[in-house]
């Protein structure tokens, strides 16, 4: 269940998220379809964010499966290392790769306990349009990526 909460606070399965500011939410499904959670793009559409659930077995196979499913496809180029980071109740795997057309900065998170789906953002460029380095360093895109948190226990009660 997607709920809005604290003005532009949104969560999803224990996570919580901060709307991108000066992005819109897409209702038109052709321009980026996502089941289970929402798209938004910038004034412009040089720019699609998703952020969705998928079903997650556990924590352990979250950095795995996004590893093998990047490497073995053949058809992306990562850039840098994929990375991990584990805070108390949180755990995420990110990741800058692209393909001939595309490039694309990826999130996977999962609470660690009491949830079995992962919450997972994408966002993706054409690289005729725009770079994907130019659209991490905007601020409202930055902030964004950093607003991603486990959400506590007394404000999911709320």
Excluded: W
């Excluded at 964010?49 to 556990?58: M, N």
């Excluded at 057309?101 to 999962?110: C, I, K, L, P, T």
């Amino acid at each position: 269940m997607l709920t809005l909460y604290q003005d532009t606070k949104m969560g999803i399965e224990g996570v919580s998220f901060t709307i991108p500011k000066s992005f819109y939410i897409v209702l038109d499904e052709d321009f980026c379809p996502v089941k289970n959670g929402l798209v938004f793009t910038t004034q412009e559409k040089n720019c699609c964010i998703e952020v969705y659930t998928e079903e997650c077995d556990a924590t352990i196979t979250l950095y795995q499966d996004f590893t093998s499913i990047l490497q073995e496809e053949n058809m992306y180029t990562i850039h840098g290392k994929i990375e991990e980071r584990k805070e108390n109740a949180f755990y995420s795997v990110r990741a800058e790769y692209e393909s001939k057309h595309h490039s694309y900065f990826e999130m996977h998170m999962v609470r660690v306990k009491g949830y079995n789906k992962s919450v997972k953002m994408l966002i993706t460029v054409e690289k005729r349009k725009t770079d994907i380095r130019d659209i991490l360093r905007r601020e409202d895109v930055t902030q964004f990526i950093n607003s991603f948190k486990a959400i506590k226990k007394a404000e999911k009660e709320r």
